[in-house]
């Protein structure tokens, strides 16, 4: 007679479905927050070290010896160098502004009024907001690169080493030079906008030039060029110190210099549109 075979006990019981969708649950929610909140401390500690060195930066500015001759140097490079781009970017938006405009309004019978909505949204959103995603990300991106690569290689602590001031040598002109510089091509956009929406509007729908400019200069006033050209004013230190910023804290060598660029972008396109909410809010206001 065969001895029974001696049975495998039963295997423990599993925990119950919900405690472990709970604690999956918990680990999920754990693990969204804590990035999420680095993310916002890193967020209010770069924004902190923008406004220092943004304060810095105007100090240098007024203190002699001026950066003259640099400041006219970044002139050159960011702005000039910008125009092409400036320039492309007002023809097409004047363009398909004026078309559009021109097409509803057209259903009506006052396609005539054309030019009173175009000139006003150039000069008041068009103008200086396009302005600065287009030129802005590229002058931002630019200064980042140019920035990171002498932080990478050592040549900012060179300069610190050599008992000159970083931030009066590099920060201030590109600051001051930015803050030229985005006014200046913002007022070229709108000049190139206009024109080419009088072009457009002509060939479609017979507006004779000299009505749609008219109608144009007596809807615009001062206010409306000024808010704009203010507005790319600010754009242009924001972009500035953004840039410089991030140049000055890029670390892990040639790839910690493409996150920069990459992030300077976003944060400047982000910047730009937040801005200018809180400015059009203000200038509504009067």
């Known amino acids: 007679m065969s001895e029974p075979t001696p049975q495998t006990p039963p295997p423990p019981e599993a925990p119950e479905a919900t405690e472990l969708e709970l604690a999956e649950l918990v680990k ?39 950066a003259l001759g640099a400041t006219a140097y970044q002139i050159v490079m960011l702005g000039v160098r910008s125009l092409s781009i400036a320039t492309l970017v007002a023809l097409f938006a004047g363009l398909v502004l004026s078309l559009q405009f021109a097409y509803f309004l ?9 030019g009173k909505v175009v000139i006003l949204t150039l000069f008041r959103e068009l ?86 400019f008219r109608s144009a200069i007596e809807t615009a006033s001062l206010m409306d060029f000024g808010g704009g050209i203010f507005k790319s004013f600010v754009f242009g230190l924001i972009i500035a110190v953004v840039g410089c910023f991030k140049g000055f804290s890029v670390t892990g060598g040639t790839e910690g210099v493409g996150m920069a660029t990459t992030e300077t972008v976003a944060i400047t396109s982000v910047s730009v549109c937040l801005s200018d909410f809180f400015m059009t809010k203000l200038f509504l206001a009067f």
């Open 28 to 66: 999920q929610e754990l693990e969204a927050i804590i990035p999420f909140s680095a993310r916002i401390n890193r967020g209010w500690m770069d924004l902190g070290g923008m406004v220092f060195m943004f304060t810095r930066a105007m100090r240098r500015a007024v203190t002699p010896p001026l």
């Open 106 to 114: 057209a259903k009506f019978g006052v396609q005539h009024t054309v």
């Open 127 to 212: 103008g200086p907001v396009l302005t600065a995603l287009t030129v802005g990300a590229r002058i931002g991106s630019g200064i980042t690169a140019e920035l990171g690569s002498m932080r990478v290689t050592e040549q900012i602590d060179a300069i610190a080493a050599l008992g000159a001031d970083p931030i009066k040598k590099l920060v201030t002109p590109r600051v001051l030079a930015c803050a030229v510089v985005l006014p200046a091509l913002t007022a070229l956009a709108d000049v190139f906008g206009l024109v080419a929406g009088s072009v457009v509007v002509n060939q479609q729908y017979d507006i004779p030039y000299d009505q749609y």
